[in-house]
């Protein structure tokens, strides 16, 4: 078999796995599980990103251990635990695509604090200020006035993070997801003979992948920018 006749013979199963005559793999899940590990993270970041910078002690300590200690764990350590240690203490085992997931929105949650955390304390005090002597709760203030300002410079952030997660469904391989990775060495298994350009076609995925977003972040990055030197010479006038 040459390499072009391998490409015309696999190129559908590293795009979707066995699907449909058996679950979804390949590329599409690799998308899959990266979107919805960011939109499901998302209100769990923003919720933690509110609390992280509350004025209730009570509330942004417990957050911010939480968040430290999270960080500072290694993903392929909770990925092992959630797939292989937790089932034996609770008696509940999830498949690899929900541990997976789980895994993912954890992480997620816990970056997209920091993002929300890192928004909201880059913008001027007198926002909150001007907000509360209108009449406004602290939580209508952050609503109204704090976030709608706060989540347009937390774009590029959020993109880079997304890049991140794309890498990170990698990782699904070390428990049987048959993500991307897996798939390519399936495939890899099955033929024995082109693991260098096999392997060199999922690296030029993933490239394409990340450097795609790694462009949206930047363009995002420059035009918040350049808005922010408009309204800035705007109201210097």
């Not at 499901?40 to 942004?60: D, E, F, T």
């Not at 937790?86 to 789980?102: A, E, I, K, Y």
């Not at 997209?112 to 602290?138: C, D, F, K, T, W």
């Not at 990775?181 to 392997?199: A, D, G, K």
Request: net charge positive; hydrophobic share 50%; charged share 10%.
């Amino acid at each position: 078999m040459s390499f072009i006749e391998l490409i015309d013979t696999y190129w559908l199963y590293f795009l979707v796995g066995r699907y449909p005559e058996g679950p979804l793999g390949g590329l599409a899940l690799t998308l899959l599980l990266a979107t919805c590990g960011l939109l499901l993270a998302l209100p769990i970041g923003l919720l933690l990103g509110l609390a992280r910078v509350s004025a209730w002690r009570a509330l942004s300590v417990p957050v911010a251990v939480v968040i430290y200690l999270v960080r500072s764990t290694p993903l392929l350590m909770v990925v092992f635990w959630a797939y292989f240690f937790l089932p034996s203490v609770t008696g509940v085992r999830t498949d690899q695509f929900t541990t997976m997931l789980m895994v993912l929105v954890l992480f997620n949650g816990v970056y997209m604090a920091e993002i929300v955390r890192a928004g909201i304390q880059g913008l001027p005090r007198g926002q909150v200020e001007a907000a509360r002597s209108i009449g406004l709760s602290h939580l209508g203030a952050m609503r109204f006035v704090v976030l709608p300002q706060a989540l347009r410079h937390m774009l590029p952030s959020l993109v880079n993070q997304s890049v991140s997660t794309i890498k990170e469904t990698s990782l699904g391989y070390i428990i049987g997801l048959t993500e991307l990775s897996q798939i390519s060495t399936q495939i890899n298994t099955l033929v024995f003979v082109f693991p260098s350009q096999l392997y060199a076609i999922l690296a030029f995925t993933y490239f394409l992948l990340c450097f795609g977003l790694s462009c949206l972040a930047y363009r995002l990055e420059r035009r918040i920018g350049c808005n922010s030197s408009v309204r800035g010479e705007k109201a210097t006038r």
